[in-house]
């Protein structure tokens, strides 16, 4: 850690398992994520033997607006991240893809981000 960078820094991540089974199906842990804040990094790990995440859209908020003005992005194939502002308290949907890495077929799972007031 930065000499320069504040002591709450690791408070402002929150961070989320991705697992896809046998059958191909993606799911998260927590499935309900708790968000309280503002400017909240959300991670997400995939651990899944032969799944990536995509290089975009990894994770879509559907009507994000100014909550999550920033779309995801791909930090590697097994992490993507989101930006969560935290401008309102509400309840988010949102989708995480993933891609099978030797086929490229897709799957998703439909999770939901809870922002606390």
């Given at each position: 850690?930065?000499?320069?960078?504040?002591?709450?820094?690791?408070?402002d991540v929150?961070?989320?398992?991705?697992?896809?089974?046998?059958?191909?199906?993606p799911?998260?842990?927590?499935?309900?994520?708790?968000v309280?804040?503002?400017?909240?990094?959300?991670?997400?790990?995939l651990?899944?033997?032969?799944?990536i995440f995509p290089d975009?859209g990894?994770v879509?908020?559907?009507?994000?607006?100014?909550?999550?003005?920033i779309?995801?992005?791909t930090?590697?194939?097994?992490?993507?991240?989101?930006?969560?502002?935290?401008?309102?308290?509400?309840?988010f949907?949102?989708?995480?893809?993933?891609?099978?890495?030797q086929?490229g077929?897709?799957a998703?799972?439909?999770?939901t981000?809870?922002?606390?007031?």
């Open positions: 850690m930065s000499v320069c960078a504040p002591e709450a820094v690791e408070q929150r961070h989320v398992l991705v697992s896809v089974n046998a059958q191909g199906q799911s998260c842990v927590p499935e309900l994520l708790d309280s804040g503002e400017d909240v990094l959300i991670t997400f790990h651990n899944a033997a032969d799944w975009t990894a879509v908020v559907e009507n994000g607006g100014t909550q999550f003005p779309p995801s992005w930090v590697h194939k097994k992490q993507a991240a989101l930006l969560d502002c935290d401008s309102a308290p509400g309840d949907s949102y989708t995480v893809w993933v891609q099978h890495a086929t077929q897709r998703s799972v439909d999770p981000i809870r922002n606390l007031p």
